[in-house]
């Protein structure tokens, strides 16, 4: 098994923020030389999660709506008693899930036609690491 | 490293459907002559997810007045100015995820005694994929 | 490619509980003699789950109270016409989902400075099991 582990660094300037990093991605498989296998691509923080969906601002607009819904910012959540005011951005990171197993075929991202993959930041304006490993043959 | 990748194809009835797949990766895995590795389970569209729970028809009835529930198909997302009107599907899919990795081991799925790999469709009515990709040795 | 596969017992007091099984998992990997690949670990029961997320006892009650709010207890579900009274463990282990997948570099878990390994156990008091799966070179 061969493997080519390579990190994407992120500081958003919104505490918020959904950005595309399927082309990133797709470039440690092209370096990797790896035809046939996976690339994990997995957040390294616990208020950031990783997905796989459309490249569409509106629902990119949607997601975000609604993950404030099912997991909203307040500041009663007992993990602020720390000190922190992050703890709706914990649970948004577990709906959302931190990583992805993306499949690599003939030596590419094996994809759908609408499959991007997504770095979710739910508490930005610091800097955030992902690592992304790409394993096979 | 060995791998065999191969494709599952759905055309359902109903817009949203659960259809149990684990015999099919099931022979994936038999077909790779696999031993020791893993399986991905990965639906190819973003209004489809893949999840791993209990093959009970009752329960499958709960999950899908569950996941109306925390993202209800409505008219007002903001994905619909596209033309669309399925974005509930994509928050859906979200919740329960797009893929699974199902350990191999001494050959076959390594499973506790009631997990089933499901395919949960929420956009259905049209041809969509799985990516099924078992790799080891 | 080389594997190590390892099973984890669970048999917890209470009916719901969130155990850090980071250095079980550390243990599993430095077994293994991996240096770069991953370590799949995958709850084997369809009433817990596993999940990456912060060691902080007030964000683990957090998570916890969110969970039954998002998929509440109850005696309704049509679940429940089997004699089982579990249909919220279901969900919950759905939102937070069975599985996760650690990369393993240098020999090590690859995890940024608070990541740790938590099994979620959403219906307890008997004797369960979680897979810890390392593969790579």
């Not at 994407?8 to 790896?34: C, H, M, Q």
């Not at 703890?87 to 899930?97: E, N, P, R, V």
């Amino acid at each position: 098994m061969r493997s080519l582990t390579e990190y994407l660094w992120f500081n958003t300037p919104e505490k918020r923020d959904y950005i595309n990093i399927t082309d990133k991605v797709a470039d440690t498989v092209r370096r990797s030389g790896i035809k046939e296998g996976m690339v994990l691509v997995s957040a390294m923080h616990i208020t950031a999660g990783v997905y796989v969906n459309d490249a569409e601002d509106g629902l990119i607009h949607d997601i975000d709506e609604w993950l404030e819904k099912l997991a909203p910012f307040n500041l009663n959540y007992r993990h602020h008693r720390t000190g922190e005011t992050n703890g709706d951005a914990h649970l948004k990171s577990l709906i959302i899930h931190h990583e992805v197993i993306v499949p690599i075929t003939a030596g590419k991202i094996d994809f759908g036609p609408w499959q991007q993959i997504y770095y979710a930041e739910f508490d930005g304006q610091r800097r955030k690491r992902v690592v992304v490993k790409a394993m096979g043959e």
